[in-house]
């Protein structure tokens, strides 16, 4: 069973920055493909960013591109998801899942999701 604690969620005012952080236990950290999902109120769940399993293959949500960056550290079986020049329009609850494979980044790759950490961006 993967177990998947996230954090470094908190309040931010616009413009503002945030790291989070995802550590992962009970699966082969390096063999999978690894994500960041986010729903904001009222919304569904997307895809925000994910990263394959070597690094190599980055995906990003086109409305993050630029303010977001994946990577992971294989060594310390963690993802991160840097966070820049918020928006309030990024408020939302955001989850680290791990893929069912190494390089497939598609949204339907992932699960399970861990409890996620709220960001909120203050206008």
């Known amino acids: 069973q993967v177990d998947l604690v996230a954090s470094g969620g908190g309040l931010v005012q616009t413009g503002g920055s945030l790291r989070l952080s995802c550590a992962v236990s009970?699966?082969?950290?390096?063999?999978?493909?690894m994500a960041w999902f986010r729903q904001a109120p009222g919304n569904d769940r997307e895809l925000a960013a994910a990263?394959?399993?070597?690094?190599?293959?980055?995906y990003y949500l086109p409305s993050v591109t630029g303010r977001f960056t994946i990577v992971r550290d294989n060594a310390k079986n963690t993802v991160y998801l840097q966070m820049h020049d918020l928006e309030p329009e990024y408020t939302a609850t955001y989850y680290c899942?791990?893929?069912?494979?190494?390089?497939?980044?598609?949204?339907?790759?992932?699960?399970?999701w861990g409890p996620g950490t709220l960001v909120t961006v203050s206008s």
């Open positions: 899942a791990p893929g069912t494979s190494g390089n497939n980044l598609a949204p339907g790759n992932f699960g399970p």
């Open positions: 009970g699966r082969t950290f390096s063999n999978y493909a």
């Open positions: 990263i394959s399993w070597s690094g190599a293959i980055i």
